[in-house]
């Protein structure tokens, strides 16, 4: 399987994706709004990072999943995200985006070696689906991925995306799944007892890291997850 965490309009996907597009391949979203102060990329090439997405995804509609970030859904849902809002392309993406819309998704899952893999933008916190046990019922495990994806397709699931926590300026007590910080999982880690069975994977926090129940692959590469668990940079 190839990961490819968030794009901001850079092209590194395109050669992770050479000689794998038979194979499941899941992007965790974030296809727009580049650094283009820090990294020299062009507005722009946001938009056209997301139809290039949107037309693989196409080309391979069963091994392709599409997932969606905070930064997407801001020209999904007025006002959600506003951090590196591109105004001036904002018409195109957010028609690209409702034109497509039966090709994203919130979150994604895949069993690998008997444990199940939770892929999502950010990261489920347990604190955060506690927190809105009146929209998401309780989302007992095992009906996550089914769960967060009904929800969104019907709209119920938007009030509780708009999570956010201190670390990010918010006042909610912990993050939805398209705004968690990494921060906030690996704290919940340290202090409780997870789920052996469940391992996540997101990406959103540019602060790379491996733990025992999750990884957090935001670094501008994608990788290779094998049939063992093991994450591999891919070259």
């Known amino acids: 399987m190839i990961v490819i965490p968030d794009i901001h309009g850079r092209s590194f996907w395109k050669e992770a994706v050479k000689n794998h597009e038979n194979e499941e391949i899941v992007f965790l979203g974030d296809y727009v709004d580049p650094y283009s102060t820090h990294e020299g990329i062009k507005p722009v090439e946001g938009l056209n990072a997301l139809l290039e997405v949107i037309e693989f995804k196409k080309q391979h509609p069963h091994n392709v999943s599409l997932l969606l970030g905070n930064h997407d859904l801001g020209y999904i849902i007025p006002g959600f995200c506003q951090h590196r809002h591109d105004y001036l392309h904002e018409g195109d993406i957010a028609r690209a985006f409702k034109d497509n819309k039966s090709l994203f998704k919130i979150a994604h899952e895949a069993t690998i070696n008997g444990k199940r893999y939770i892929f999502t933008h950010a990261g489920i916190h347990p604190v955060w689906v506690e927190a809105n046990k009146g929209i998401l019922g309780g989302m007992e495990s095992g009906t996550e991925v089914?769960?967060?994806?009904?929800?969104y397709e019907t709209g119920e699931l938007i009030p509780a995306l708009y999570d956010v926590s201190s670390l990010r300026g918010g006042h909610s007590e912990a993050e939805s799944c398209v705004w968690a910080d990494v921060k906030e999982l690996w704290?919940?880690?340290?202090?409780?007892?997870?789920?052996e069975d469940v391992f996540q994977v997101f990406g959103h926090t540019q602060r790379p890291k491996l733990s025992k129940h999750f990884a957090c692959l935001d670094c501008r590469r994608a990788f290779i997850l094998d049939q063992n668990g093991t994450f591999t940079l891919l070259k």
């Open 187 to 195: 704290y919940y880690e340290c202090r409780h007892d997870m789920d």
């Open 146 to 151: 089914d769960t967060l994806n009904r929800l």
